[in-house]
């Protein structure tokens, strides 16, 4: 079962660029109900930017829309984030989430440290 999530991939890009992100989990992904990403801009609440659920289906933020995508590898117990075109208003800290329930259906987040992504113009 997944405990923890841990992400890498960050860094500095300019205008136009990509980054893929990587969130690697303690366990198997199979288990999850859904694992996402989010960010958070400074003095901006964390948001939703894109969900991949355990049949598969992927739920993107419209900003992100036709620019990033999410895909997940199970056999590494890794979710991707592939962001490209980067836009200035893509820097935030990006981070991880794996979204499960226990036995008797309570809530479970793991949300990983995150990792900062700065788009330059």
């Known amino acids: 079962q997944v405990q923890s999530v841990e992400e890498s991939g960050g860094g500095l890009v300019q205008v136009g660029g990509s980054l893929r992100l990587s969130c690697s989990a303690s366990?198997?992904?199979?288990?999850?109900?859904?694992m996402g990403w989010y960010r958070q801009a400074p003095g901006s609440q964390r948001e939703p930017v894109a969900v991949i659920v355990r049949g598969g289906g992927t739920h993107l933020a419209n900003s992100v829309k036709g620019r990033f995508t999410i895909s997940r590898d199970n056999a590494k117990n890794t979710v991707y984030l592939q962001m490209n075109s980067l836009k200035p208003e893509d820097t935030a800290v990006y981070y991880c989430n794996a979204e499960r329930y226990s036995v008797v259906l309570d809530r479970l987040d793991y949300w990983g440290q995150g990792t900062q992504v700065t788009v330059s113009s």
């Open positions: 366990g198997s992904i199979d288990s999850v109900y859904a």
